[in-house]
T-cell receptor
Framework: NAGVTQTPKFQVLKTGQSMTLQCAQD?????MYWYRQDPGMGLRLIYY???????DKGEVPNGYNVSRLNKREFSLRLESAAPSQTSVYFCASAPGVIGYTFGSGTRLTVV | GIQVEQSPPDLILQEGANSTLRCNFSDSVNNLQWFHQNPWGQLINLFY???GTKQNGRLSATTVATERYSLLYISSSQTTDSGVYFCAVGGAQAGTALIFGKGTTLSVSS
């Protein structure tokens, strides 16, 4: 099993450009999550999807949009990238309360 | 929202030493988990421990829910224990998201 797959692994954007971070899981998990990790800040929740067809804002949703395309895929879109969005982005999925599985992360730099 | 405070922020140990990491949370929770992020960035779940005590090898965790804190004990530390340890809290229902603390960075030297 691949688990949680994130693409791309690395990306450099110019301010104002847009991009979509892709996340797919093959474990038939109901819930999926997007976090960002910045030095000294831990992981902060951007958006999550408790089940297919639902999405909710987390702690830091501004500047992002998400799409739960189907049960497997949960994408994160930056419409107009800003330097403050330079971060490492992690996608996770879980079948329920426990069993979180994280992807390997996407390192995004906005210049 | 709920606040999660971890201490100490940084910890440096010699191999073989023991350590205790603390997590305080500001409100009642039904879901508390500990994670380890290795130096390559991979995040692994260590414990699901909303209350009580659990042990897994050299690691153990205790949560006192009524006093809103949890402790992670690492005994006889090894260099492979290095990384960042996160405490995360959430609700009891499936699909509720975890809120993470800022982590404790542990460095174990040989």
């Amino acid at each position: 099993n691949a688990g949680v797959t994130q693409t791309p692994k690395f990306q450099v954007l110019k301010t104002g450009q847009s991009m979509t971070l892709q996340c797919a899981q093959d474990m038939n998990h109901n819930s999926m999550y997007w976090y960002r990790q910045d030095p000294g800040m831990g992981l902060r929740l951007i958006y999550y999807s408790a089940s297919e067809g639902t999405t909710d804002k987390g702690e830091v949703p501004n500047g992002y949009n998400v799409s739960r395309l189907n049960k497997r895929e949960f994408s994160l879109r930056l419409e107009s990238a800003a330097p403050s969005q330079t971060s490492v982005y992690f996608c996770a999925s879980a079948p329920g309360v426990i069993g979180y599985t994280f992807g390997s992360g996407t390192r995004l730099t906005v210049v | 929202g709920i606040q999660v405070e971890q201490s100490p922020p940084d910890l440096i140990l010699q191999e073989g030493a023991n350590s205790t990491l603390r997590c305080n949370f500001s409100d009642s929770v039904n879901n508390l988990q500990w994670f380890h992020q290795n130096p390559w960035g991979q995040l692994i779940n260590l414990f699901y421990i909303p209350s009580g005590t659990k042990q897994n090898g050299r690691l153990s965790a205790t949560t006192v829910a009524t006093e809103r804190y949890s402790l992670l004990y690492i005994s006889s530390s090894q260099t492979t224990d290095s990384g960042v340890y996160f405490c995360a809290v959430g609700g009891a229902q499936a699909g509720t998201a975890l809120i993470f603390g800022k982590g404790t960075t542990l460095s174990v030297s040989s």
